[in-house]
């Protein structure tokens, strides 16, 4: 907690008066235009790996970057992204999933997660993705974990789509949806071309289509 404390002190008196300017602006109001859902790990950082600043990207993470799909009783994920597409009117959404995700390391195992229900019960939204995984052989364990995160990133692209505000937004041409993977390892971007279905680097593929 101490190393945090610090850096809170060192925003306050070295890198807040830089950007008071901009905070001013965002204290009023924020449109963001990305909403962007990513993995609860500490080793992802959203805004360090877009160079954001403040008040660009509406953040949702939790473990293995899920999105359940729309259903009577939404949750905090389905009320989230429905007032970024239908308040705050954000054009584009991103799942990104990453390398050596617990969640998808869980999945890929079997692991028994008897002692953690919730997490059990969370996971159950990869299922789909779990069942593609399961269907296919491998050549090694960790060729099945990467294959499960790309798996598992293009499932809550479709549980995406069942969310009403996504539905009409997609009908209406006003909403893009974007497949990523973050490599920790070599800080590589891996993105989902909508037209092969294949992931492939976005520093070599700037423009490759959405989803």
């Known amino acids: 907690m101490q190393e945090i404390i610090e850096g809170i ?3 306050q008196r070295e890198v807040f008066p830089q950007q008071s300017g901009l905070f001013k602006r965002l204290s009023t109001a924020q449109s963001p235009s990305v ?3 990513t993995c609860s790990d500490s080793r992802v950082v959203p805004e360090l790996l877009t160079q ?3 008040g660009a990207l ?3 993470r939790n473990a293995g970057n899920i999105v359940p799909s729309y259903g009577p009783e939404p949750g905090g994920v389905s009320a989230t992204v429905e007032y970024a597409v239908a308040v705050l009117g954000v054009r584009d959404i991103v799942i990104c999933g990453h390398s050596n995700c617990g969640a998808m390391t869980a999945i890929s195992t079997c692991m028994n997660l008897d002692h953690l229900p919730a997490v059990a019960g969370w996971l ?3 299922d789909a993705a779990r069942a593609i995984n399961a269907s296919r052989t491998y050549d090694s364990d960790a060729h099945r974990l990467d294959s499960l995160v790309k ?3 293009i499932a809550q692209l479709s549980n995406l789509r069942t ?3 996504v539905a009409v937004g997609l009908v209406n041409k006003k909403l893009n949806l974007h497949g990523w993977i973050f490599d920790i390892e070599s800080g590589t971007m891996l993105a989902l071309d ?3 279905g294949e992931f492939l680097p976005l520093v070599e593929n700037p423009e490759i289509y959405a989803v």
């Open 151 to 153: 798996d598992n990133v």
């Open 9 to 11: 002190i060192r925003f």
């Open 58 to 60: 509406f953040v949702i």
């Open 163 to 165: 969310h009403p505000s």
């Open 194 to 196: 909508g037209r092969t």
């Open 124 to 126: 159950r939204h990869a």
């Open 52 to 54: 954001t600043e403040p």
């Open 35 to 37: 909403l962007f859902v």
